[in-house]
C-alpha cells in the first residue's frame, strides 16, 4: 500500500550568496544546500541558483499548519537577522509544500493559521503549495 509523503521546505534561494553564512548568522544547519553551477542534488544540469534549505518529510496532512510551525518556529526569533540578510542580497524566501496524497488517506482540512501566514508575509517570503492526489 502506497504511503502518504508531503514535504515542507524553507528556502533562501539567489544567484550568489554562501549558504556557510546563512549557517554561521542563523546558528541553523540546513537540511541541504545547493551552489549555483554546482551538480549537487541535480540530475541532468548544473544548478541554477543556490539554495539553503530546511526540510520536514511528515506521512500525513493532517494538522499541516502545526508541521510547517516546526520550520517557522527555528527561524521566527531570527526575523530581524533573515531580513537584513536579504537586503544585503540578491534573494527569496520560499516556503514549499508538496506530497502525494493516496486513497487510503483519511481525507483533512489544508489549512494555515493566520500567525503562520502573517509570518511568512512579515518576511517577504512566497508560498507554494503543490499536493497531488491519487
Not at 534561494?13 to 549557517?23: A, I, K, Q, Y
Not at 520560499?94 to 489549512?111: C, L, P
Request: glycine share 4%; proline share 3%.
Amino acid at each position: 500500500m502506497l504511503q502518504t509523503e508531503v514535504t515542507i521546505e524553507f528556502i533562501i534561494c539567489g544567484p550568489n550568496f554562501n549558504p556557510d553564512s546563512v549557517t554561521k548568522l542563523l546558528g541553523i544547519s540546513p537540511t541541504k544546500y545547493t551552489i549555483r553551477g554546482s551538480m549537487k542534488n541535480c540530475k541532468y544540469s548544473p544548478a541554477i541558483e543556490t539554495t539553503w534549505c530546511l526540510q520536514h518529510c511528515i506521512n500525513s496532512l493532517n494538522d499541516l499548519d502545526h508541521q510547517v510551525r516546526q520550520i517557522i518556529d527555528r527561524i521566527e526569533n531570527k526575523l530581524n537577522i533573515l531580513l537584513t540578510f536579504k537586503e544585503e542580497n540578491d534573494i527569496d524566501f520560499v516556503f514549499t509544500i508538496y506530497g502525494h496524497v493516496y486513497k487510503n488517506e483519511k481525507r483533512s482540512d489544508i489549512y494555515l493559521k493566520k500567525n503562520t501566514l502573517d509570518f511568512i508575509a512579515d518576511l517577504g517570503g512566497k508560498l507554494t503549495i503543490d499536493i497531488e492526489f491519487w
